[in-house]
């Protein structure tokens, strides 16, 4: 059977007014509180799949631990280790027998993991893993629009494109990854934003990554400030959630401070998300 973990990387702190967009923060504040520099504590969360075959496969990397001290202390990031390597360590297993990594996309808090810590030489971890990324974000992260440009790594870009390891996905499947996995596309985020979605007993999973960071934002209005298209957001996460409440569908989340996992109802004409265990 697929097996499947949580594995937690470094945590960050963002701004929350930007993570709600314009809701306001009498409302926001009360989902996930702000400190004293009005930013709220976000995961930056993965998910390792073991499957049948012996594989193991990793859903993204967190933002890891290679800013300097003072982007590290913008964004919130306090620990100096690299946690996702850590706790992939407390599992058993070590970053060369990771075969595979998908990443939705490039912003620094979903592909900042692969690099290696600041003060170490910069390369990409998980040196036998193969890297799968979107191709329509691949062109974008190449060329990000200015508003974007900040949330790309260049240096990550370069890294993937000599690794000779980077793998572009179009479409709904890849055939290296024949383990029961499917991808959605959004375009609200960032163009070209690559959900995967795995089929399991209980019924499928989505990585939403960041069309839905977390709980709160199962709510249709709330998007982030960070979005490039907010409206299109909301009918991305509506378009979803119809499909994935037949199917009965859970949402795995990376950035909810407190849930990772969700099981999607309905109240009313309301979405609903309701904590559950990865894994029945």
Same mark, same amino acid.
């Given at each position: 059977?697929? *097996? %499947? #973990? ?20 009498? !409302? ?27 594989? *193991? ?23 100096? *280790?690299?946690?996702? %390597? @850590? ?26 993991? !692969? ?10 971890? &998980? ?6 990324? $979107? ?16 949330? &790309?790594?260049?240096?990550? *870009? ?20 024949? #383990? ?9 985020? /960032?163009?070209?934003?690559? !959900?995967?979605? !795995?089929?399991?007993?209980? $019924?499928?999973?989505? &990585? ?33 959630? @119809? ?5 009965? $569908?859970?949402?795995?989340? /990376? ?12 109240? $009313?004409?309301?979405? /609903?998300?309701?904590? /559950?265990?990865?894994?029945?």
């Amino acid at each position: 059977m697929m *097996q %499947l #973990f949580i594995v937690e990387g470094n945590k960050q702190h963002l701004d929350g007014g930007s993570m709600f967009g314009n809701a306001p923060k009498a !409302l926001w504040n009360k989902w996930i509180p702000a400190d004293a520099h009005n930013r709220i504590p976000l995961a930056c969360r993965c998910l390792l799949v073991r499957t049948p075959q012996g594989r *193991q496969v990793l859903f993204e990397t967190g933002i890891g631990a290679f800013f300097e001290p003072k982007l590290k202390e913008r964004f919130g990031v306090y620990e100096t *280790q690299h946690v996702l %390597l @850590e706790n992939l360590a407390a599992l058993g297993v070590k970053e060369e027998e990771i075969d595979a990594v998908v990443l939705s996309h490039l912003h620094f808090d979903h592909a900042g993991g !692969l690099l290696t810590a600041y003060g170490e030489k910069m390369r990409l971890h &998980f040196p036998k893993a193969r890297y799968y990324l $979107g191709r329509e974000h691949w062109a974008r992260a190449k060329n990000p629009h200015i508003r974007e440009q900040v949330s &790309f790594i260049p240096q990550i *870009q370069e890294l993937l494109a000599d690794s000779g390891r980077l793998v572009l996905i179009e479409g709904s499947h890849c055939a290296e990854l024949d #383990f029961g996995v499917r991808f959605h596309y959004s375009h609200g985020h /960032t163009i070209g934003l690559m !959900l995967a979605e !795995l089929e399991l007993p209980e $019924g499928p999973l989505v &990585f939403v990554s960041d069309l839905v960071p977390g709980i709160p934002w199962v709510h249709l209005p709330i998007v982030m400030g960070y979005d490039r298209f907010p409206e299109l957001t909301v009918d991305e996460k509506r378009k979803l959630f @119809e499909d994935l409440h037949k199917r009965k $569908g859970r949402l795995f989340f /990376t950035h909810d401070p407190q849930t990772p996992v969700v099981k999607l109802g309905m109240e $009313g004409n309301r979405y /609903t998300a309701e904590p /559950t265990a990865l894994s029945h």
